[in-house]
């Protein structure tokens, strides 16, 4: 029996726009091509396949074997047509655009060559002598049609597509080599450290999730090690060949430095696995601007001539760890664009940590992986999950503001009226809603908003189009990516979303298409690729995220802390509240006095959160005449940026002190997450109130949107996600063996079924207590410790 060769598979689209592409990178016609990818495109092709009657052969499948060295290449894709007219048979190729298609002299170079990629397909599979190629441009507005024919004979098509395969023969045979020495690598690969408990089976669960094409959620406490035991066996199951790219998803820059060093323990043991960072554009951007085009940019004039070499070489050449530093490096020396260095580089590479939304948002998202039609074998590993449903909620929610409907009208004045009167009357629809609205206010229907929108989007393209002073472009351009937003998110609109309307507090008024139920999108997502596993400390309850991540019959795993819990004293606060009717003078003396006799019980560093800045501020004013300066006293600022922060963190740092350090911050901010206070860093936190968020129309809108479908819409509104804040924060003591500690929840609501029925397994030690008597049981604790 013949021994089936090894395959590389590459669709004809991704052939012909990687090989053919050159010139600059310009996002002024950019936004031109989004939009043809992001709307109505699949219904013009339905369309036009439906008129040509039985003789067409729509969406026909379309493959050819073409041999390279030891392996086989692959090129497969979808015909849009092929017909037969006068005896000429003839493949057709649709594309719809938003432009006049009438001002079309000639077809699109790349569009063309994928036509003549099906053709040249088609006739070698048919033995033909020549073959016929249309291409059909269709206005997704209007309807009209243009075509462009050609006729091809197969000796001059044969050489074409020869040549075509002889330029991407070099790529294929570096992803065919590097499949070989990853799986190698991969093969003896063992787990780096010795398992704690509990933690080879957490490793185990991942790889069966991932063989069966499941999905997996993890509840599993600081410590455990959730990033080695999710990123190993995902690994491992690459070598297997039970995924082939691996996608690590977090919500935070900190965790994607967690998932580099995961990566780069795992190649000290010998495996060789390329993997990139995708960071945020406005981070890599080496000019400063956001005007991605030759006029502003030197890097953009010809970086499509450019960047293919940049790739090879970064693939060929650097080390496998693909960060930051290294794309400016390789962008600087061969002069393209460092963010689509990082693109580029992410379709070849092993790995990709990344943020959520370049796998979830519609607007972000990576189209090369998860645009329409496309799928892959990928792994998602879901980092801090917990963060997911909010994330989705934003991700997948849209708003259109009318205030600038009217500022644009403005700057368009007398520049076209067309563009001047589908703004009016959008402002005027959206005026309608105002007069009826006081505070917030449900729609049902927002269709003709919705048509007027897409016109004029389209009037704002062909504007662009036609030439913009710079100012007045960029500010068009910016409103026309609101638009799009919009228009993507009304595409997704159905039962899971709600329609409201609401006045700001900056006196704007606003319509907003709001994701209240996130799992269908997500899953949506999700379906693109093999398995995904999430996994957080704090997945609690697990039915709650389970249901609003789109994973309700999958598997969940809650993974036992591997700590003692004799090393850490969780104590409950019996008298004392956060309750809006509680807070007093009288109440915020009694929080004052909890935490002094916690940061008196030891010399050390603590961190206090509160619920919210006001209250965070009165209890510091409180704290500072009750202690006397026998405390040093931080205090978080709003609005504080990155080196405030680390300022702030590097406090707690310093180990030699005289006095104890007492941090006050706000509850769910930027230190009750993500940031690793190890050892003697921070042996103490109190949490004053359940960390309910504040009541405003979105949240009082989910409430009630729960409550319609017999659910419990304040635990779904408020409580679960202030419970995450507080586990959150919790976390922050505990993070390593050696970590000693005292969390002190301050609020007796914590003492109630509901509260304590989603209380993690590590703490079932729960001590109650008060203000009278706190301290004595604090200090008990620390001798204890000190024997």
Not at 437 to 442: H, M, N, P, R, V
Request: aromatic share 10%.
């Amino acid at each position: 029996m013949e021994e089936t060769r090894p395959q590389i598979r590459i669709s004809v689209r991704d052939l012909v726009e990687f090989i053919l592409r050159s010139g600059d990178l310009d996002n002024r016609t950019g936004a031109k091509t989004d939009l043809e990818a992001m709307q109505a495109g699949g219904r013009l092709h339905r369309k036009i396949q439906r008129r040509m009657g039985a003789y067409y052969t729509a969406e026909a499948a379309l493959k050819l074997l073409v041999p390279m060295g030891d392996f086989d290449c692959l090129v497969e894709g979808r015909a849009d047509g092929i017909f037969t007219e006068d005896g000429e048979i003839y493949i057709d190729e649709i594309k719809g655009m938003y432009r006049d298609v009438m001002l079309l002299e000639e077809p699109v170079p790349v569009h063309l060559a994928q036509a003549l990629c099906y053709a040249c397909i088609y006739m070698r599979q048919q033995d033909l002598p020549r073959i016929g190629v249309q291409m059909t441009y269709g206005n997704l507005e209007t309807g009209e049609l243009r075509y462009f024919r050609s006729e091809h004979k197969r000796e001059a098509l044969d050489a074409w597509f020869d040549e075509l395969m002889a330029r991407y023969e070099k790529w294929a045979q570096f992803q065919y080599a590097w499949k070989q020495i990853r799986k190698a690598s991969i093969r003896p690969l063992e787990f780096p450290f010795a398992y704690r408990e509990g933690q080879r089976d957490l490793a185990a669960g991942v790889y069966r999730t991932i063989a069966r094409g499941k999905r997996l959620f993890i509840q599993a406490p600081t410590g455990v090690g959730k990033t080695i035991s999710t990123v190993f066996p995902a690994v491992k199951a690459v070598g297997e060949d039970l995924g082939d790219r691996i996608f690590y998803l977090t919500a935070k820059t900190i965790t994607r430095t967690v998932a580099e060093e995961a990566f780069g323990i795992l190649r000290t043991q010998g495996l060789r696995l390329k993997a990139v960072t995708l960071t945020a554009k406005e981070k890599l951007c080496i000019c400063g601007t956001p005007d991605c085009n030759p006029d502003a940019c030197p890097y953009a004039k010809g970086h499509f001539d450019r960047i293919n070499d940049a790739v090879y070489e970064l693939l060929t050449t650097g080390p496998d760890a693909i960060d930051r530093e290294l794309l400016l490096s390789q962008a600087e020396r061969h002069r393209v664009c460092p963010f689509e260095l990082s693109l580029d580089t992410a379709t070849w590479t092993d790995a990709i940590i990344c943020d959520y939304n370049y796998v979830f948002d519609p607007n972000a998202r990576l189209k090369r992986f998860f645009g329409e039609g496309v799928k892959g074998d990928y792994l998602f590993l879901i980092d801090e999950a917990h963060n997911l449903v909010e994330r989705g909620r934003e991700m997948f929610s849209a708003r259109l503001c009318k205030e600038d409907f009217l500022e644009l009208k403005r700057a368009l004045k007398g520049r076209d009226k067309k563009a001047e009167r589908l703004l009016d009357r959008c402002n005027k629809y959206l005026l309608g809603f105002k007069r009826e609205c006081e505070t917030w206010q449900l729609h049902e229907n927002i269709d003709p908003l919705i048509l007027l929108t897409l016109s004029l989007s389209t009037e704002l393209d062909r504007l662009r189009e036609e030439g913009l002073e710079p100012e007045l472009d960029a500010q068009v351009l910016e409103f026309w990516f609101t638009l799009r937003d919009f228009l993507n998110t009304a595409d997704l609109l159905d039962e899971n979303y709600v329609i409201y309307s609401e006045m700001g507090e900056n006196g704007n008024f606003y319509l907003k298409l709001y994701c209240v139920e996130t799992a269908e999108n997500i899953r949506a997502c999700l379906d693109k690729g093999r398995a995904a596993v999430f996994f957080s400390a704090t997945l609690l309850p697990m039915p709650y995220y389970k249901h609003m991540l789109g994973a309700e019959d999958d598997y969940a795993v809650y993974a036992r802390s591997p700590f003692r819990p004799e090393k850490r004293l969780l104590l409950l606060g019996q008298d004392v509240s956060s309750r809006y009717t509680r807070r007093n003078r009288s109440e915020y003396e009694r929080i004052a006095a909890y935490l002094k006799q916690m940061s008196n019980a030891r010399m050390g560093h603590y961190l206090a959160f509160f619920p919210s800045y006001r209250m965070m501020e009165d209890v510091y004013d409180l704290y500072l005449e009750l202690d006397e300066g026998r405390t040093e006293c931080v205090i978080q600022q709003s609005g504080m940026g990155e080196a405030q922060r680390e300022t702030f963190l590097s406090r707690f740092r310093e180990q030699a002190c005289t006095r104890s350090l007492l941090g006050f911050c706000v509850l769910g901010g930027i230190f009750s997450e993500g940031i690793d206070l190890k050892g003697e860093s921070l042996i103490g936190a109190a949490i004053v109130g359940t960390g309910l968020p504040q009541i405003c129309n979105e949240r009082e809108i989910l409430r009630q949107y729960y409550e319609g479908r017999q659910m419990d819409g304040f635990a779904y509104a408020y409580r679960y996600p202030g419970m995450n804040k507080v586990l959150q924060a919790a976390g922050r003591v505990i993070r390593t063996e050696e970590d000693l500690g005292v969390v002190l929840l301050l609020d007796d609501r914590f003492g109630t079924a509901e509260y304590t029925r989603m209380f993690p397994l590590e703490w079932s030690g729960v001590r109650g207590c008060r203000s009278r008597d706190v301290g004595e049981q604090i200090e008990a604790f620390w001798k204890i410790q000190e024997k």
